[in-house]
């Protein structure tokens, strides 16, 4: 659990990623911004969720995290094609 990666062009998502520290977490799988919107976000509304997960990183808001994931990807939330 932790941001994902940014895309080779996303110049602005790490700028804004590394301005408020978020990019000294490790990346992972799933993440704080993917379960609340993922590519439908802003981009200063992802870092804002990231650095949210920065700020309350700890085990139980981890597998709070994994488990909405598993329900967005059993329900297809978000999908679009």
Avoid: C
């Amino acid at each position: 659990v932790g941001p994902r990666p940014a895309l080779f062009n996303q110049d602005d998502l790490v700028a804004l990623r590394t301005q408020y520290g978020v990019d000294k977490l490790v990346p992972g799988l799933t993440g704080w911004a993917q379960i609340n919107g993922r590519d439908e976000l802003p981009i200063p509304d992802k870092v804002k969720l990231d650095v949210d997960y920065m700020n309350n990183q700890s085990f139980w808001f981890d597998l709070k995290i994994i488990l909405l994931t598993f329900l967005k990807v059993i329900r297809r939330d978000g999908v679009q094609h």
